[in-house]
């Protein structure tokens, strides 16, 4: 136990739904990060948000999109997915990104997308 | 781009020691060498990190040499429960994103 939770931990979704992931840090952190695993490919950052502001946008399509109400919760709103972003979708958090000092992430127990 | 170079993969008897070898010989003056490892359909987790002198906590120790351009992450005592990939990276994650590599999937054997 990380304390960063995801919901659903598993997803299975047509081309046309929309559907949102969600992640919540219980850590107190201030920095939040999700990243995109596909089969056989390394972690692929897509967004970091520090202190609710987006810092990061990986160049990330726009058929992902995040939202992040406050420093505890994350979500990665879905429409109109293509079956290549079916992969292992990983919400990370950190005390302070951009602080200057070594920030070590946490990282969820990920939730696995399959896109019909 | 990641800025390591492990190798692909390693096994290791159970009870001894893991030596997972890393190169980083772009590394430059204010970056970190991390260590993270992901257990299957897991999460990353946070390993160790380091500067320029040799650190140890509960998991792990890391060896860095002095020219900083390689490391080497020992795990002392390897269980079942280690088998994972491994994942060295270089980078200050105070100010910029850690990239992970393809990292080393070491497995332990019985």
């Known amino acids: 136990e990380t304390g960063v939770t995801q919901t659903p931990r598993h997803l299975v979704m047509g081309m046309t739904n929309k559907k949102s992931l969600k992640c919540e840090q219980h850590l107190g952190h201030n920095a939040m990060y999700w990243y995109k695993q596909s089969a056989k490919k390394p972690l692929e950052l897509m967004f970091v948000?520090?202190?609710?502001?987006?810092?990061e946008n990986n160049s990330v399509p726009s058929r992902f999109s995040p939202e992040c109400p406050n420093s505890s919760h994350l979500f990665l709103h879905l429409h109109t997915l293509q079956p290549e972003d079916s992969a292992l979708y990983l919400c990370a958090s950190s005390q302070d990104f951009g602080g200057g000092a070594p920030d070590t992430q946490y990282f969820g127990p990920g939730t696995r997308l399959t896109v019909l | 781009d990641a800025k390591t170079t492990q190798p692909p993969s390693m096994d290791c008897a159970e009870g001894r020691a893991a030596n997972l070898p890393c190169n980083h010989s772009?590394?430059?003056?204010?970056?970190?060498v991390y260590w993270y490892r992901q257990i299957h359909s897991q999460g990353p987790q946070y390993i160790i990190h380091g500067l320029k002198n040799n650190e140890t906590n509960e998991m792990a120790s890391l060896i860095i040499t002095e020219d900083r351009k390689s490391s080497t992450l020992i795990l002392p005592h390897a269980t079942l429960r280690d088998t994972a990939v491994y994942y060295c990276i270089v980078g200050n994650s105070g100010n910029t994103p850690l990239v992970f590599g393809k990292g080393t999937r070491l497995s332990v054997i019985a």
């Open positions: 772009t590394i430059s003056g204010n970056e970190y």
């Open positions: 948000y520090n202190f609710k502001e987006q810092t």
